[in-house]
């Protein structure tokens, strides 16, 4: 422990919470390309958007230009419940690797959600509240999003109806009573409910669900119940916006100490939290004040940047929302079964697939026995048990820390830790039993998804 | 939302961290019982108990007087991985139940033991680190205490072998890994590794197990093996005395906002999180400096102190421990299958039970439906999902504000929040689902198990 100046934890004080949220597009010289309807090939308008998502939402989702969005009192209120989240020094896993590289990482699992997520969720259910509606619908896959919008629908006295993947409702029962505990109603998918869950029972009776069936359920309940939206948790630029609020922070953190980073690494599985993170570093990048090296980090069983298209392609399995630019591995894409480490979503979020096109940011895909190694050495060496998403960015911060060590460099590294493991243990005891494999799909496996990519 | 100077979280700086475990019993006009030898009917001395335990640890356990103990270096050096823990304003629930009362928490769930306990947990490892021990034995129920054990012993890279009741082994496997990551063996107990595992065995092959057998096996363990030792998470004075870290950062965090609390309130199983959360406001009592009312919360299922013996007993089920006086049920006491709540200890720290038995604080029972109906308040409006355990003094806090509602006093209440549910979400269910009962022994049957105390 070499600096003693720099506490092991950096907690800002309530009052350096940003009061605004930093709207990355306004710095992009190219901007996002915008969702198209399917049907007419045609940008979606204000109208067609507001349809299933809340209105002021779908403006922040629209807005291009506007380089700093004040943060609502009533959502800045709940932020302070669990906000500022602490930048930590990781002298520990220093220590443990031998590194003169100094690493930091942004923690944001010391809430209920277990991660970043609610940050976007106490925003929308606010958005949702504001406009007298009576409820939001949303899907969740492991379960992480459904918990953080049930707790800000507890907040609002909003009702909460979470379409649950049928495997996951079914082996994580756990998440499912977290979401309960905060009165959300959570049903398996698919279910009786609606049309498609229906449509689809009646042809597979024995499916255990998937993502883009319980987003079109959700999405259908939305449209048809008054005064109800759909919300998502990750892609859209709206959430986005929402997460910078996680970069912002970290940078009020680091310039307090003095502190510049070489390297920021983030997992992205749709971007939520990358995006959040780099939000103000990459704004300096692209005004051309400031340089980092910016690496994403995905699993090689679903690598979207690193072997996926930038094409427009569907945001769902059931190909019932509009089309976003964006790498893609092709809508139909599921990881191989063997997958436990989280970030399986198909495609990527819009702005960083531009950003990423352009050439700003570098992508890394791993290989998750490799990420749940590096996820034991830190949890043995910082104490925190860290989510299999997490652990990606561990995994390559480790990397480039033993990279200082060979070449003798004092790189700062500050990496995302979005979240814990506490509802991950079944991926955990499969690692310490050594029954964890690892896959990579072949060229010819992927080329069978992208042939049924939407005509460009 | 009243007083806008006092923010949502108080954080401590890391270094206003205590330098020093405060000792309780240096200020106790009556000291609490010493352990004694069941055989001999003496006091135990130092030489005996270092057969089971280790030499620092045992002088702290004797130690009467001193009022401060230095925390190590090593020790602090932890410490600052997941403290100063933030005491919480609880303005949400405040607003919630519209009372004029101010409510605080103190919030030790923010480590991946979920508790307090990882306190002592750090201090037990460390000695035994010193003494030069190749590792540590341990007994857990639900594995709170052996999931903090296993970090601390991660931390100080010594072997650590816990024996986890049967029942909860099979029933928490989530706990279970949780301390594989951190490298502990993980024993289900009873087992073949021991003689009194084996003779349970042979005579019960069915047996679920029981904190008592897995004691027994863990100290049968320790004392068996070169370099091996037997630690315990709650009950004993130097744990206590650990746990003085929690009531120090509480006051110095309440000082310095000038608030001075009218009712302090804990949780009681063994008493560590009470005992160390109480501990320097005690001090002040004890020494006729301040006054406070002071509440133990106990399950009215397992009520040590409410309807218990103050009498000499043993400290396990299986008799193998030496006798300690203290309220108790009887050591043969196991609440009813029903209760799904924690604190589940039949007996109680000396020398809360010492305080309790001259007057110093008040106790009070309280039935597990109740208990889980305010932890579900606790969660939707302060965001934090509780344990069963810390929600006892949720519960008695809301009691009290509520009465301060009726009579408009504006009283300060400081209650100790331990942990979080994540792992307890079985007996969040069994609630949801409305199969959740209360139970509270007869008088009859409460004789039988006093029957068996042994002779004073």
Partial sequence: MSEKNIPYKIYLNEDELPKAWYNIRSDMKVKPAPLINPGTRQPMTAQELSQVFCDELV???????????????????????????????????????GTPAKIYYKFEGNN??????????????????????????????AGQWGTALSMACAYFKLDCKVFMVKVSYEQKPFRREVMR????????????????????????????GSLGCAISEAVEVAVKSE???????S?????????????????????KYGIKPDIIIGCAGGGSNLGGL???????????????????????????FTRGKYVYDFCDTGKVTPLAKMYTLGSNFIPAPNHAGG????????????????????????????????????????????????SHAIKVAIDEALKCKETGEEKTIVFGLTGTGYFDLVAYEKYHNGEMTDYIPTDEELAKFFAQIPKQ
């Fill in 59 to 97: 403006e922040q989702e629209l807005d291009n230009t506007t380089p700093f969005i004040p943060i609502p009192d009533e959502i800045y209120k709940y932020y302070k419940m669990y906000r500022p989240s602490p930048l930590v020094r990781a002298y520990f896993l220093e220590d443990a690797l």
């Fill in 112 to 141: 209920t959600s277990g991660s970043h997520k609610l940050n976007s969720a106490i925003a929308q259910a606010y958005y949702a509240k504001k406009q007298g509606l009576r409820g939001i619908t949303t899907e969740t896959g």
């Fill in 181 to 208: 505990t905060y009165g959300a109603s959570v049903t398996p998918s698919p279910s009786m409910e609606t049309e498609i869950g229906r449509k689809i029972l009646a042809e597979y009776p024995n499916t255990t």
């Fill in 227 to 233: 005064g109800y939206r759909y919300v998502l948790g």
């Fill in 235 to 255: 892609v859209l630029n709206q959430v986005l916006l929402h997460q910078s609020v996680v970069g912002l922070e970290t940078k009020v953190a680091l310039d």
């Fill in 278 to 304: 780099i939000a103000p570093f990459m704004g300096e990048k692209l005004r051309g004040e400031a340089d980092y090296r910016i690496i994403a980090v995905e699993p090689a069983s679903c690598p979207s």
């Fill in 343 to 390: 970030l399986r979503y198909h495609g990527m979020s819009p702005i960083l697939s531009q950003l990423y096109h352009d050439g700003y940011m570098e992508a890394v895909a791993v290989e998750q026995t490799s990420v749940f190694k590096a996820a034991e050495m830190f949890a043995r060496s910082e104490g925190i048990l860290p989510a299999p998403e997490s």
